[in-house]
Protein backbone atom coordinates (compact mmCIF):
# COMPACT_ATOMS: atom_id res chain seq x y z
CA UNK A 1 0.00 0.00 0.00
CA UNK A 2 1.41 3.38 -1.00
CA UNK A 3 1.54 6.00 1.52
CA UNK A 4 0.14 9.37 0.15
CA UNK A 5 1.09 13.16 0.75
CA UNK A 6 -2.01 14.48 0.55
CA UNK A 7 -0.61 18.02 0.51
CA UNK A 8 2.29 18.60 -1.86
CA UNK A 9 3.55 22.26 -2.26
CA UNK A 10 2.09 24.08 -5.36
CA UNK A 11 6.00 25.99 -5.28
CA UNK A 12 9.07 25.85 -3.65
CA UNK A 13 10.02 29.41 -2.62
CA UNK A 14 13.32 30.86 -1.41
CA UNK A 15 14.09 32.45 1.85
CA UNK A 16 14.43 35.73 0.03
CA UNK A 17 10.81 35.49 -1.55
CA UNK A 18 9.39 34.03 1.97
CA UNK A 19 11.01 36.86 3.71
CA UNK A 20 9.51 39.70 1.27
CA UNK A 21 5.99 37.16 1.82
CA UNK A 22 6.34 37.78 5.54
CA UNK A 23 8.49 40.46 6.57
CA UNK A 24 10.65 38.30 8.18
CA UNK A 25 14.47 39.56 8.81
CA UNK A 26 17.23 37.16 7.75
CA UNK A 27 20.07 36.81 10.26
CA UNK A 28 22.95 38.66 9.21
CA UNK A 29 24.80 36.40 6.39
CA UNK A 30 21.96 33.66 5.45
CA UNK A 31 22.36 32.06 2.42
CA UNK A 32 18.39 33.44 1.02
CA UNK A 33 19.21 31.22 -1.65
CA UNK A 34 18.04 28.17 0.11
CA UNK A 35 14.75 26.92 -1.45
CA UNK A 36 12.18 25.63 0.75
CA UNK A 37 10.26 22.09 -0.26
CA UNK A 38 8.14 21.54 2.72
CA UNK A 39 7.14 22.13 6.24
CA UNK A 40 7.84 20.64 9.27
CA UNK A 41 7.28 20.62 13.34
CA UNK A 42 11.23 21.55 15.35
CA UNK A 43 11.84 17.79 16.45
CA UNK A 44 10.88 15.92 12.80
CA UNK A 45 12.52 18.43 10.26
CA UNK A 46 15.05 17.98 7.73
CA UNK A 47 17.27 19.87 5.42
CA UNK A 48 15.54 21.87 3.00
CA UNK A 49 12.06 22.49 5.39
CA UNK A 50 11.01 25.25 7.57
CA UNK A 51 9.73 25.75 10.93
CA UNK A 52 8.54 28.02 13.68
CA UNK A 53 8.63 28.63 17.44
CA UNK A 54 6.04 30.32 18.49
CA UNK A 55 5.27 28.65 21.75
CA UNK A 56 8.32 29.17 24.77
CA UNK A 57 7.31 25.35 25.87
CA UNK A 58 8.44 24.35 22.72
CA UNK A 59 11.97 26.45 23.29
CA UNK A 60 14.08 23.86 24.41
CA UNK A 61 13.58 21.66 21.29
CA UNK A 62 14.42 24.47 18.81
CA UNK A 63 18.32 23.66 19.37
CA UNK A 64 18.16 20.47 17.94
CA UNK A 65 15.81 21.17 14.52
CA UNK A 66 17.90 20.31 11.63
CA UNK A 67 15.30 22.28 9.31
CA UNK A 68 17.09 25.04 6.49
CA UNK A 69 15.16 28.12 8.41
CA UNK A 70 12.90 28.73 11.33
CA UNK A 71 10.70 31.66 11.72
CA UNK A 72 11.25 32.75 15.30
CA UNK A 73 11.29 36.10 17.66
CA UNK A 74 13.98 38.15 18.52
CA UNK A 75 14.56 36.89 21.61
CA UNK A 76 15.06 33.15 20.76
CA UNK A 77 17.00 34.14 17.16
CA UNK A 78 20.40 33.23 19.68
CA UNK A 79 19.03 29.44 20.13
CA UNK A 80 18.60 28.77 16.40
CA UNK A 81 21.27 26.26 15.87
CA UNK A 82 24.04 27.05 13.35
CA UNK A 83 23.51 25.86 10.01
CA UNK A 84 19.81 26.86 10.18
CA UNK A 85 18.50 30.40 8.96
CA UNK A 86 17.11 32.60 11.64
CA UNK A 87 14.04 34.20 9.99
CA UNK A 88 12.88 37.20 12.55
CA UNK A 89 9.47 38.13 13.22
CA UNK A 90 7.14 39.54 15.77
CA UNK A 91 4.36 37.06 14.77
CA UNK A 92 5.99 33.31 13.60
CA UNK A 93 3.26 32.02 13.93
CA UNK A 94 1.41 34.38 11.72
CA UNK A 95 4.12 34.63 9.14
CA UNK A 96 3.91 30.48 9.06
CA UNK A 97 0.77 30.97 8.13
CA UNK A 98 1.23 33.29 5.28
CA UNK A 99 4.36 30.55 4.09
CA UNK A 100 1.40 27.86 3.93
CA UNK A 101 -1.00 29.61 2.06
CA UNK A 102 1.60 30.41 -0.64
CA UNK A 103 2.89 26.76 -0.53
CA UNK A 104 -0.43 24.95 0.00
CA UNK A 105 -3.23 26.85 -1.40
CA UNK A 106 -5.58 23.62 -1.94
CA UNK A 107 -5.02 23.14 1.92
CA UNK A 108 -6.62 26.42 2.43
CA UNK A 109 -10.23 25.84 1.81
CA UNK A 110 -12.28 22.44 0.61
CA UNK A 111 -11.68 21.62 -2.63
CA UNK A 112 -13.29 19.50 -5.38
CA UNK A 113 -12.60 15.75 -3.88
CA UNK A 114 -13.03 14.27 -7.56
CA UNK A 115 -11.04 16.73 -9.70
CA UNK A 116 -13.70 17.97 -10.92
CA UNK A 117 -13.60 21.09 -13.69
CA UNK A 118 -16.80 22.69 -13.85
CA UNK A 119 -20.19 20.55 -13.29
CA UNK A 120 -19.04 16.77 -12.33
CA UNK A 121 -21.36 14.27 -13.99
CA UNK A 122 -23.57 12.73 -10.93
CA UNK A 123 -23.84 16.69 -9.75
CA UNK A 124 -27.71 17.79 -10.28
CA UNK A 125 -27.98 21.78 -11.05
CA UNK A 126 -31.15 22.95 -11.07
CA UNK A 127 -32.13 24.71 -14.61
CA UNK A 128 -33.10 28.50 -12.65
CA UNK A 129 -30.39 27.85 -10.89
CA UNK A 130 -27.66 30.51 -12.16
CA UNK A 131 -23.76 29.48 -11.84
CA UNK A 132 -20.82 32.01 -12.76
CA UNK A 133 -18.17 31.06 -14.50
CA UNK A 134 -15.17 28.85 -12.56
CA UNK A 135 -18.03 27.21 -10.04
CA UNK A 136 -17.04 23.52 -9.26
CA UNK A 137 -19.42 21.24 -8.25
CA UNK A 138 -19.00 17.81 -7.40
CA UNK A 139 -20.77 14.30 -8.01
CA UNK A 140 -23.91 14.21 -6.11
CA UNK A 141 -24.14 17.77 -5.25
CA UNK A 142 -28.03 18.80 -5.46
CA UNK A 143 -28.42 22.60 -6.26
CA UNK A 144 -31.78 24.04 -5.98
CA UNK A 145 -33.77 26.54 -8.04
CA UNK A 146 -32.97 30.07 -7.93
CA UNK A 147 -29.63 29.39 -6.16
CA UNK A 148 -27.33 31.52 -7.40
CA UNK A 149 -22.63 31.15 -6.77
CA UNK A 150 -20.35 33.00 -7.60
CA UNK A 151 -17.47 32.45 -9.60
CA UNK A 152 -14.68 30.46 -7.80
CA UNK A 153 -16.83 28.72 -5.60
CA UNK A 154 -16.65 24.95 -4.90
CA UNK A 155 -19.70 22.92 -4.33
CA UNK A 156 -18.82 19.31 -2.77
CA UNK A 157 -19.61 16.04 -3.23
CA UNK A 158 -23.09 15.19 -2.09
CA UNK A 159 -24.32 18.87 -0.73
CA UNK A 160 -27.32 20.48 -0.80
CA UNK A 161 -27.55 24.23 -2.22
CA UNK A 162 -31.21 25.06 -1.24
CA UNK A 163 -33.38 27.22 -3.68
CA UNK A 164 -32.93 30.55 -3.88
CA UNK A 165 -29.84 30.57 -1.67
CA UNK A 166 -26.70 32.57 -2.68
CA UNK A 167 -23.37 32.17 -2.05
CA UNK A 168 -20.28 34.63 -3.21
CA UNK A 169 -17.16 34.15 -5.15
CA UNK A 170 -14.47 31.73 -3.96
CA UNK A 171 -16.16 29.96 -1.10
CA UNK A 172 -16.39 26.76 -0.29
CA UNK A 173 -18.92 24.15 0.75
CA UNK A 174 -17.53 20.77 1.93
CA UNK A 175 -18.78 17.63 1.28
CA UNK A 176 -22.08 16.44 2.72
CA UNK A 177 -23.24 19.78 4.03
CA UNK A 178 -26.11 21.47 3.34
CA UNK A 179 -26.82 25.03 3.26
CA UNK A 180 -30.87 26.14 2.83
CA UNK A 181 -32.35 29.97 3.90
CA UNK A 182 -28.93 31.69 3.84
CA UNK A 183 -27.19 33.76 1.99
CA UNK A 184 -23.37 33.72 1.87
CA UNK A 185 -20.65 36.36 1.31
CA UNK A 186 -17.40 35.96 -0.23
CA UNK A 187 -14.70 33.50 0.77
CA UNK A 188 -17.07 31.80 3.03
CA UNK A 189 -15.66 28.57 4.11
CA UNK A 190 -18.27 25.70 5.20
CA UNK A 191 -16.44 22.53 6.15
CA UNK A 192 -17.57 18.76 5.36
CA UNK A 193 -21.16 17.81 7.88
CA UNK A 194 -21.95 21.36 8.12
CA UNK A 195 -25.72 22.32 9.02
CA UNK A 196 -26.52 25.82 7.70
CA UNK A 197 -30.05 27.26 7.77
CA UNK A 198 -31.95 24.53 9.20
CA UNK A 199 -34.96 25.09 11.81
CA UNK A 200 -34.46 26.51 14.72
CA UNK A 201 -35.61 24.74 18.31
CA UNK A 202 -39.41 27.05 18.45
CA UNK A 203 -42.05 25.29 20.31
CA UNK A 204 -44.76 26.89 22.32
CA UNK A 205 -44.82 24.96 25.18
CA UNK A 206 -47.69 23.77 27.69
CA UNK A 207 -50.05 21.04 29.12
CA UNK A 208 -51.68 20.74 25.75
CA UNK A 209 -48.20 19.44 24.41
CA UNK A 210 -45.64 21.32 22.63
CA UNK A 211 -46.88 23.27 19.11
CA UNK A 212 -44.22 24.14 16.66
CA UNK A 213 -43.31 27.52 15.60
CA UNK A 214 -42.63 27.93 12.41
CA UNK A 215 -39.15 29.27 11.47
CA UNK A 216 -39.79 31.94 8.72
CA UNK A 217 -36.26 34.11 9.09
CA UNK A 218 -32.88 33.39 7.85
CA UNK A 219 -29.56 32.88 8.13
CA UNK A 220 -26.98 35.85 6.74
CA UNK A 221 -23.21 34.81 6.78
CA UNK A 222 -20.82 38.13 5.67
CA UNK A 223 -17.43 37.50 3.50
CA UNK A 224 -14.32 35.11 5.22
CA UNK A 225 -16.34 33.71 8.05
CA UNK A 226 -15.41 29.79 8.59
CA UNK A 227 -17.41 27.11 9.65
CA UNK A 228 -16.18 23.94 10.83
CA UNK A 229 -17.37 20.40 10.56
CA UNK A 230 -20.60 19.23 11.75
CA UNK A 231 -21.31 22.61 12.78
CA UNK A 232 -25.30 23.89 13.05
CA UNK A 233 -26.49 27.26 12.56
CA UNK A 234 -30.24 27.62 12.41
CA UNK A 235 -32.13 30.38 10.60
CA UNK A 236 -33.96 33.09 12.30
CA UNK A 237 -37.64 32.46 13.63
CA UNK A 238 -38.84 36.01 12.80
CA UNK A 239 -35.85 37.98 11.78
CA UNK A 240 -32.31 36.68 10.71
CA UNK A 241 -29.24 34.72 12.59
CA UNK A 242 -25.96 36.65 11.14
CA UNK A 243 -22.80 35.33 11.67
CA UNK A 244 -20.16 38.33 11.19
CA UNK A 245 -17.39 39.54 8.80
CA UNK A 246 -14.01 37.43 9.71
CA UNK A 247 -15.82 35.50 12.27
CA UNK A 248 -14.26 32.17 13.00
CA UNK A 249 -16.33 29.05 14.03
CA UNK A 250 -14.74 25.88 15.20
CA UNK A 251 -16.67 22.01 14.25
CA UNK A 252 -19.51 21.09 16.34
CA UNK A 253 -20.88 24.11 16.99
CA UNK A 254 -24.37 25.05 17.86
CA UNK A 255 -25.72 28.48 17.11
CA UNK A 256 -29.64 28.86 17.50
CA UNK A 257 -31.52 31.00 15.95
CA UNK A 258 -32.09 34.76 15.70
CA UNK A 259 -28.19 34.61 17.04
CA UNK A 260 -26.12 38.18 16.03
CA UNK A 261 -22.61 37.43 16.20
CA UNK A 262 -20.51 40.19 15.71
CA UNK A 263 -17.21 40.31 13.57
CA UNK A 264 -13.78 38.39 13.93
CA UNK A 265 -15.36 36.43 16.60
CA UNK A 266 -14.03 33.35 17.54
CA UNK A 267 -15.97 30.22 18.64
CA UNK A 268 -14.48 26.86 19.82
CA UNK A 269 -15.54 23.53 19.79
CA UNK A 270 -19.12 22.34 21.31
CA UNK A 271 -19.70 25.49 22.13
CA UNK A 272 -23.73 25.89 22.43
CA UNK A 273 -25.33 29.12 21.57
CA UNK A 274 -28.75 29.92 22.60
CA UNK A 275 -31.23 31.62 20.38
CA UNK A 276 -31.42 35.68 20.35
CA UNK A 277 -28.28 36.37 22.17
CA UNK A 278 -25.78 38.95 20.48
CA UNK A 279 -21.94 38.97 20.50
CA UNK A 280 -20.31 42.14 19.97
CA UNK A 281 -17.32 42.08 17.80
CA UNK A 282 -14.07 40.33 18.75
CA UNK A 283 -15.46 37.67 21.08
CA UNK A 284 -13.65 34.67 22.33
CA UNK A 285 -15.59 31.92 23.60
CA UNK A 286 -13.44 28.85 24.61
CA UNK A 287 -14.46 24.83 23.77
CA UNK A 288 -17.67 23.92 25.30
CA UNK A 289 -19.11 26.76 26.58
CA UNK A 290 -22.81 27.48 26.89
CA UNK A 291 -24.62 30.22 26.38
CA UNK A 292 -28.52 31.04 27.45
CA UNK A 293 -30.84 33.06 25.30
CA UNK A 294 -31.40 36.30 25.25
CA UNK A 295 -28.20 37.52 26.42
CA UNK A 296 -25.43 40.31 25.24
CA UNK A 297 -22.02 39.56 25.53
CA UNK A 298 -20.27 43.12 24.93
CA UNK A 299 -17.33 43.63 22.35
CA UNK A 300 -13.81 42.20 23.15
CA UNK A 301 -15.43 39.74 26.21
CA UNK A 302 -13.89 36.48 26.65
CA UNK A 303 -15.23 33.55 27.90
CA UNK A 304 -13.57 30.58 29.09
CA UNK A 305 -13.84 26.68 28.65
CA UNK A 306 -16.77 25.31 29.77
CA UNK A 307 -18.21 28.75 30.83
CA UNK A 308 -21.93 28.09 31.74
CA UNK A 309 -23.06 31.96 30.34
CA UNK A 310 -26.40 33.17 32.07
CA UNK A 311 -26.23 37.11 32.51
CA UNK A 312 -24.82 39.76 29.61
CA UNK A 313 -20.75 40.27 29.72
CA UNK A 314 -19.73 43.93 29.89
CA UNK A 315 -17.76 44.69 26.71
CA UNK A 316 -13.89 43.68 27.31
CA UNK A 317 -14.44 41.21 30.38
CA UNK A 318 -13.12 38.04 31.22
CA UNK A 319 -15.41 35.51 32.38
CA UNK A 320 -15.58 31.89 33.42
CA UNK A 321 -16.94 28.82 35.00
CA UNK A 322 -20.67 27.95 36.05
CA UNK A 323 -22.70 29.44 36.37
CA UNK A 324 -20.29 32.23 34.79
CA UNK A 325 -19.00 35.06 36.25
CA UNK A 326 -16.05 37.72 36.43
CA UNK A 327 -12.27 36.05 35.91
CA UNK A 328 -11.31 36.88 39.42
CA UNK A 329 -14.16 36.18 41.12
CA UNK A 330 -14.22 32.59 39.57
CA UNK A 331 -10.82 32.38 40.50
CA UNK A 332 -11.63 33.40 43.82
CA UNK A 333 -14.72 30.87 44.31
CA UNK A 334 -12.01 28.42 43.40
CA UNK A 335 -9.16 28.93 45.79
CA UNK A 336 -12.52 29.52 48.65
CA UNK A 337 -13.67 25.80 47.83
CA UNK A 338 -10.29 24.26 47.78
CA UNK A 339 -9.46 25.65 51.36
CA UNK A 340 -12.93 24.06 52.65
CA UNK A 341 -12.09 21.04 50.84
CA UNK A 342 -8.74 20.79 52.87
CA UNK A 343 -10.46 21.30 55.37
CA UNK A 344 -8.66 23.30 59.01
CA UNK A 345 -6.18 21.45 58.88
CA UNK A 346 -4.78 22.15 55.93
CA UNK A 347 -5.39 18.33 54.66
CA UNK A 348 -7.69 17.79 51.58
CA UNK A 349 -10.36 15.78 52.91
CA UNK A 350 -11.84 14.39 50.27
CA UNK A 351 -12.58 10.12 49.61
Not at 85 to 110: E, I, N, S
Amino acid sequence: MNDPDFFRPALTPSLAEIAEWTGARPNEGADVSIRINGVAPLDHAVPGQLVFLDNPKYADTLGATRASACLVAARYAPRVPAGVVALVTPQPYRAFGVVLQKMYPDAVRPMSLFGTVGIAPGAIVHPKARLEEDVTVDPGAVIGPDACIGSGSVIGPNCVIGPGVQIGRQSSVGAGATVINALLGDRVIIHPGARIGQDGFGFAMGPQGHLKIPQVGRVIIQNDVEIGANSTIDRGANRDTVIGEGSKIDNLVQIGHNVVIGRHCVIVSQTGISGSTELGDFVAIGGQGGLTGHLKIGQGAQIAAQSGVMNDIPAGERWGGAPARPMRAWFRSVAALERLAKGPGGENKGG
